[in-house]
């Protein structure tokens, strides 16, 4: 019962930040249908978490629904690797964000600590290129959030926080799909 204590501890914390979800998730519906893009990392559980946000975004997460375009930045291992190995594992995302990021695009960090040196490297890169960073930690205030346009933080143990950024990605996909556009979808246009 502990942890379920410790998880209904945290759920105010993320009930206070279904706002900023929501509008995440307009903001997301807008720049993934107009040429914008998604790019996601973390690491350990929080690259598991980045990886499942990704895959609804591509797949679907409740309807029928045109792709969005979604890139988890530790999916290619060759290029992860040769980056770790030859500048070392702080510039893993970094260089990807680097190679990838637009100024239309969206960057989400996600980390239990928000003190991962590769991703404070990735948030930095994201900002350098234009795109607009987002980050989804662990308790607040913590370099990650301070480095990103905007964060939700919540409160808890390493478990905790990875189950309620569970919880907080399929806020946000739930958001981001009631904000598509109808031809976007797959819902009937109407005649005109």
């Known amino acids: 019962m502990d942890h379920v204590d410790r998880l209904a501890a945290a759920l105010p914390a993320l009930r206070a930040a279904s706002g900023t979800l929501s509008r995440?998730?307009?903001?997301?519906?807008?720049?993934?249908?107009t040429g914008g893009r998604l790019l996601a990392a973390g690491n350990g559980g929080s690259a598991s978490q980045?990886?499942?946000?990704?895959?609804?975004?591509?797949?679907?997460f409740e309807g029928e629904r045109v792709p969005l375009p979604a890139i988890v930045l530790h999916g290619d291992t060759?290029?992860?690797?040769?980056?770790?190995?030859?500048?070392?594992?702080?510039?893993?995302y970094a260089r990807q964000v680097r190679a990838h990021a637009r100024p239309e695009d969206v960057l989400l960090l996600m980390s239990t600590s928000g003190r991962s040196p590769n991703l404070l490297e990735a948030a930095r890169a994201g900002r350098g290129c234009g795109a607009l960073t987002w980050a989804l930690t662990?308790?607040?205030?913590?370099?990650?959030?301070r480095l990103c346009t905007d964060a939700v933080s919540v409160p808890g143990d390493t478990a905790t926080v990875q189950e309620t950024h569970l919880a907080a990605i399929h806020m946000l996909c739930r958001a981001l799909e009631a904000a598509l556009p109808a031809r976007q979808t797959g819902a009937p246009l109407a005649a005109s």
């Open 138 to 145: 662990g308790p607040g205030p913590n370099p990650l959030a």
């Open 24 to 33: 995440w998730g307009a903001e997301l519906a807008t720049r993934l249908t």
């Open 50 to 60: 980045a990886q499942h946000l990704t895959a609804e975004l591509v797949g679907r």
């Open 78 to 92: 060759s290029a992860m690797t040769a980056i770790a190995n030859d500048y070392g594992y702080d510039e893993v």
